[in-house]
């Protein structure tokens, strides 16, 4: 009898289905060199802080200045009492709105006080005059805005609320320039 001859199958045997070997445990291959610490340093910096041009980097600085500051307006002016006077300063003409431009049409009388000497007086007097006109103005906004109020909020009580301040500050800007943008076209309903 052979001790080392191989024994002949009659039968052969389905070969096995192959699987997956497992990952190695223990060192792998390397697919570059080790970065040295002031590679590995500044690549997550990049990746913290990407390094971008002063355009793309004004650009993003603009747009999230922009999303914080409709954020911060949003929950500052979002109350009811504050979107009606908003919409109650957007709706009607006021004298407030011109009053940057009648400022610098005073100013520029003002200057002829070397050709004419009364332009001066005439100027100042006439800025009074319109100064006096838009806080009139502003007073018949406030006593339309309670009067409204407490129609439709009945329990609202408006002192230490800003709500005041707020529209003559909206009421004295220039339509274009207000923030948040009006809603409500002039002479509609608020």
């Known amino acids: 009898m052979a001790l080392f001859r191989a ?20 060192p792998r291959k390397k697919e570059g ?5 002031k590679q590995a340093e500044a690549a997550r910096m990049q990746r913290l802080n ?4 002063k355009k793309e980097a004004r650009r993003r600085n603009a747009e999230e200045n922009r999303r914080r500051r409709e954020e911060y307006m949003e929950a500052r002016d979002g109350t009811p009492e ?13 004298l407030g709105e011109f009053l940057l431009p009648a ?15 009364g332009a001066t007086f005439l100027s100042l007097g006439m800025m009074y005059g319109y100064i006096f006109l838009v806080l009139l103005d502003l007073f018949l906004l406030w006593r339309k805005y309670k009067r409204v109020a ?7 009580d408006l002192k230490g609320k800003g709500v005041m301040m707020f529209g003559f500050n909206r009421s004295i800007q220039i339509r274009r320039m207000r923030m948040p943008r009006p809603v409500v076209e002039r002479g509609g309903t608020y």
């Open 82 to 94: 504050r979107k009606l006077m908003r919409d109650m300063v957007d709706a009607r003409w006021s």
């Open 33 to 37: 060199p080790t970065p040295t610490r």
């Open 50 to 53: 990407p390094q971008l041009n």
């Open 7 to 26: 024994k002949k199958d009659p039968e052969p045997t389905p070969a096995p289905e192959p699987t997956q070997a497992p990952a190695p445990k223990g």
């Open 103 to 117: 400022m610098m049409l005073f100013l520029a009388l003002s200057f002829l006080q070397t050709t004419w000497g």
């Open 150 to 156: 407490a129609q439709r909020f009945p329990r609202l």
